[in-house]
């Protein structure tokens, strides 16, 4: 088994070029620089689509905030309304031109 080993040798079966073995460097590290720049922007697109949706959201979250608010307020302004709104809103025109009313200055002081 020895002797077969000894009759293979220690040269390579094949030779390549300098030139070749130069170009296969370059063309790696091409690809390398791709496979990064690549990489690269798909993680700026990533992190741009999540600040989008970060900002969507906020914008969203802010407008129901605003909605919920003004309709609160309106609750609280239909909620305040006493009788004598009630009874003034029941009124026509010509009913509260007939109305009697007094003026500040015929006020007596007490």
Sequence with gaps: MKDLLNDIGKKMPYSESKEYLDGLIDRATEQAI????????RRRWAVTAASAAAVALL??????TVMNNDSQRAAVTLQTEGPIDEFLG???????AQLPYIEIEEIPEY
């Design 90 to 96: 029941s009124l026509t025109d010509e009913e509260v």
């Design 34 to 41: 791709k496979q990064h720049v690549t990489a690269k922007s």
């Design 59 to 64: 914008v969203i979250s802010i407008g129901l």
